[in-house]
């Protein structure tokens, strides 16, 4: 999968770009308040990434629990398997593909097509944290040979939902701020921590988004009134 993306401008205005594959990402977290950005996020990602690869080369899975995001998703051809919103079906299909991941590594089945796994709000987790957690980390152990990639975005940002055993199999945390002058930073102390470092509790107040690897973190500005428009016109 071809897989640069554009993810904004940092501090000094200069336009930061990640290369998934090339930086090893395979999963990624999303954590932030509903309205903080996660949306344009995710969908900026996604637009970028059906730019670069065909259908033959990405499928996308959706499990989206708040049947909002994805309810009208306008690119079909795209979707390796129908967009899911119930928890029954979400969590059978991510065990699933927790096995096929196996099948991948193993080379019984055919890995050239990617897909991206996107998990909407934290509704699994308390579903069946158990069974959430083996069919990640069965996933997640293969993500150098199994050509699988996995989103998780949740407005409840704590460890119920981000669990030790998600964070130690994850490559990238993305925390989102709302911004604007009544933002409470304080709000966003034990969640940062959590996810983060120590050194989340002195960076600016221009920040909209933290992204951090295990090589570096890095700060992010908001999308500007145009970027937002556009995503939006998109999807």
Same mark, same amino acid.
């Given at each position: ?23 090893? /990402? ?13 949306? /344009? ?12 690869? *065909? ?28 967009? /899911? ?14 096995? +096929? ?63 030790? *055993?998600?964070?130690?199999? !994850? ?31 002195? *960076? ?5 988004? !933290?992204?951090? *690897? ?10 500007? +009134?145009? +970027? !937002?428009?556009? !995503?939006?016109?998109?999807?």
């Amino acid at each position: 999968m071809k897989s640069k993306i554009y993810i904004g401008r940092d501090q000094k205005n200069d336009k930061v770009f990640l290369d998934l594959n090339k930086e090893k /990402i395979y999963s990624i977290l999303l954590a932030g308040l509903s309205g903080s950005g996660k949306s /344009i996020f995710h969908f900026s990602l996604y637009h970028q990434l059906l730019q670069q690869n *065909t259908p033959v080369e990405l499928g996308f899975v959706f499990f989206d629990m708040t049947k909002v995001d994805f309810a009208k998703f306008p690119y079909p051809a795209y979707l390796y398997k129908p967009i /899911i919103k119930s928890l029954d079906e979400a969590l059978d299909c991510f065990e699933e593909l927790g096995k +096929e991941s196996k099948l991948r590594c193993q080379g019984k089945v055919d890995r050239r097509r990617s897909i991206l796994i996107h998990i909407e709000e934290c509704d699994l987790m308390y579903y069946d944290r158990k069974r959430f957690e083996q069919a990640w980390i069965d996933i997640a152990s293969g993500k150098d040979k199994n050509n699988i990639y996995v989103v998780f975005s949740s407005s409840r940002c704590c460890p119920e939902v981000f669990t030790r *055993t998600i964070l130690n199999n !994850v490559d990238l945390k993305i925390l989102f701020s709302p911004g604007g002058s009544g933002f409470d930073k304080s709000l966003y102390d034990e969640c940062s921590l959590y996810l983060f470092s120590k050194r989340f509790k002195n *960076t600016p107040r221009e920040w909209q988004r !933290v992204l951090m *690897t295990d090589q570096r973190e890095i700060l992010c500005q908001g999308y500007s +009134e145009e +970027e !937002v428009k556009e !995503v939006k016109s998109i999807f």
